[in-house]
Nanobody, 122 residues
């Protein structure tokens, strides 16, 4: 059974940083591209960042480019999202996802975590 478990969320102030982690189990981690999405209330999930399975190629949404960094540790079967210079508009539920290809479309991902809340106060 595949499980993706996010951690590291919480309440922070504008300008702060957080590191989100997603621990994967039940799959061969190195064979999967990983991504982070986020969802605002009443909205569909939107792409944040992805990292490819083979070369670790990264891709970012324009809204987070330069502030967020995605990385992966195959020894720990974990993908990270290091956030910095957080803004109130970054407040959302953040989801980890695993897919066969690194892409910005949510529909291309096969497995999802349960999500974790990040709240940025002004």
């Amino acid at each position: 059974q595949v499980r993706l478990v996010e951690s590291g969320g919480g309440l922070v102030q504008a300008g702060d940083s957080l590191r989100l982690s997603c621990a994967a189990s039940g799959l061969t981690f190195s064979s999967w591209s990983m991504a982070w999405f986020r969802q605002f209330p009443g909205k569909e999930r939107e792409f944040v960042a992805s990292i490819s399975r083979t070369f670790g190629t990264t891709m970012y949404a324009d809204s987070v480019k330069g502030r967020f960094t995605i990385s992966r540790d195959s020894a720990k079967n974990t993908v990270y999202l290091q956030t910095s210079s957080l803004k109130p508009e970054d407040t959302a539920v953040y989801y980890c996802a695993a897919g066969r290809t690194s892409a910005s479309r949510a529909g291309l991902y096969d497995y999802w975590g349960q999500g974790i809340q990040v709240t940025v106060s002004s």
